[in-house]
């Protein structure tokens, strides 16, 4: 069996999970709603707080849908209660972000300011001049969104001016040497 897809996904209070004729996943919890389509040959078992995906057989493909599946349904759970964050810092000399409502305007070394409108169930936080932290439930969104942001403007290895990631480690190169 899959590592991933045989491990069971607890269903915290306040969260209802439904699977309709379709095979699609509805998660509802505090934070929002999420639906995902599940491949028809992965099947759903919900059995008290305790969901098991289980498949046909032990094909290649079947164990990759397992897994994958499983995985998507886990992150929809923890979505809708906890939520997902990517936190992004701005390292340059007048590099600085602005949040207005559900837009992001970031001042990173253009002639123009760049602007980022945030999708449904997406929000920006600025905690300092030079912090984002993208916030949503979807953790696709919120990762693809991130890494959005940051392709504007990528860290270069010289000065490590740019966008990256709070926890990135950027690598950092000697540059030219004089006689």
């Known amino acids: 069996m899959s590592r991933i897809g045989k491990l069971p996904i607890t269903v915290p209070a306040g969260v209802t999970v439904q699977v309709d004729e379709h095979n699609a996943v509805t998660v509802k919890g505090p934070k929002g709603t999420l639906v995902q389509a599940v491949h028809p040959d992965i099947t759903l078992k919900q059995e008290g707080g305790v969901l098991t995906l ?98 504007m403007r990528k860290p270069e290895p010289y000065l490590g001016k740019g966008i990256k990631y709070d926890n990135e480690h950027i690598r950092r190169k000697e540059g030219k040497t004089g006689k």
């Open 54 to 151: 289980n498949r046909p057989s032990d094909a290649k493909p079947h164990k990759a849908m397992h897994g994958l599946y499983r995985s998507l349904v886990h992150n929809m759970v923890v979505g809708v209660t906890t939520g997902f964050s990517k936190t992004l810092e701005l390292v340059g000399t007048g590099f600085r972000a602005q949040t207005d409502g559900s837009t992001l305007t970031l001042n990173i070394g253009y002639s123009h300011p760049v602007v980022f409108e945030a999708p449904e169930n997406v929000k920006f936080e600025t905690p300092a001049p030079t912090k984002i932290v993208v916030w949503g439930i979807n953790k696709q969104v919120v990762g693809n969104l991130a890494a959005d942001i940051r392709a």
